[in-house]
């Protein structure tokens, strides 16, 4: 009961920052969750270790290189009175799109120098994780709220 009332507290003690952080855990946990049951139905053997490396290599890069590109769905510099598209191409074609494709090239270069033998695992589970990741925070909300003009 009491191991319940902490982690109910420490969940709900998250700012928005660090519910990116929160979600990137259990997007992490989730992709994991999915290369088990893979492995299960498939009857393949996953490496869960090297799964695990590259996931959180994804998840972080993503968070990371989100926010080196300025990826923030509540702050734009577009001025509040612009068209609705010129909002969106702003946001999710422009500053995702960067982070997105930068994700996937250093997830590519660094699989190929460090894992080159499991490339496609290592690729997979970077570029996989981090999807996960959009999609569970896209799920739970973290995207929704209106951008307010950043000055």
Do not use: N
Not at 47 to 69: N, Q, T
Not at 96 to 122: C, N, P
Request: aromatic residues 16%; hydrophobic residues 55%; glycine residues 6%.
């Amino acid at each position: 009961m009491t191991a319940l009332y902490l982690a109910i507290s420490f969940l709900t003690r998250f700012t928005a920052m660090q519910s990116r952080k929160l979600h990137g855990l259990i997007a992490f946990a989730l992709f994991l969750v999915a290369a088990v049951v893979y492995s299960a139905l498939s009857d393949k053997p996953v490496d869960l270790w090297r799964v695990a490396l590259w996931s959180m290599i994804g998840v972080g890069s993503y968070m990371v290189l989100s926010r080196l590109f300025g990826f923030d769905p509540h702050r734009t510099r577009i001025a509040e009175c612009a068209p609705a598209y010129m909002h969106y191409v702003d946001r999710w074609e422009l500053r995702l799109g960067q982070a997105t494709l930068s994700m996937l090239g250093g997830i590519v270069v660094a699989a190929r120098l460090f894992d080159a033998e499991y490339f496609v695992t290592a690729v997979v589970s970077g570029t996989l994780s981090a999807w996960t990741y959009f999609a569970f925070r896209w799920y739970v909300g973290g995207y929704r709220s209106p951008a307010a003009v950043r000055k």
